[in-house]
């Protein structure tokens, strides 16, 4: 079992930046990979980034490429998304996700199996 607990979220103006960080619980975090996923009013959720357990390979959506960082510390249990040059179009509730898949899915939803409440973040133009 593992719950997650986002925090970090918050109003910034576009262009500026905000450090997303997700707090796990649970003794057996550093075996799944992580993922962040947002969702923005009337809109489906969608994935934005994922890293392994080890921290090695990561992955991104195309609309945040160049301008996120997903990145963990498996000693402190956190994994964190450093968003830089925010948009108005990333406005949403931004939501971390743990789960055991591979590479290939991490993208997809039904890949995670835990999920936090999510933060909210808002970027104002």
């Known amino acids: 079992q593992v719950q997650l607990v986002e925090s970090g979220g918050g109003l910034v103006q576009a262009g500026g930046s905000l450090r997303l960080s997700c707090a796990a619980s649970g003794r057996t975090f550093s075996s799944y990979a992580m993922g962040w996923f947002r969702q923005a009013p009337g809109k489906e959720r969608e994935f934005v980034a994922a890293i392994s357990w080890n921290g090695v390979s990561t992955l991104y959506a195309d609309s945040v490429k160049g301008r996120f960082t997903i990145s963990r510390d498996n000693a402190k249990v956190t994994v964190y998304l450093q968003m830089n040059s925010l948009k108005p179009v990333d406005t949403a509730v931004y939501y971390c996700?743990?789960?055991?898949?591979?590479?290939?899915?991490?993208?997809?939803?039904?890949?995670?199996?835990?999920w936090g409440q999510g933060t909210q973040v808002t970027v104002s133009s």
């Open positions: 996700a743990a789960g055991r898949g591979y590479g290939s899915t991490w993208s997809t939803r039904g890949m995670y199996d835990y």
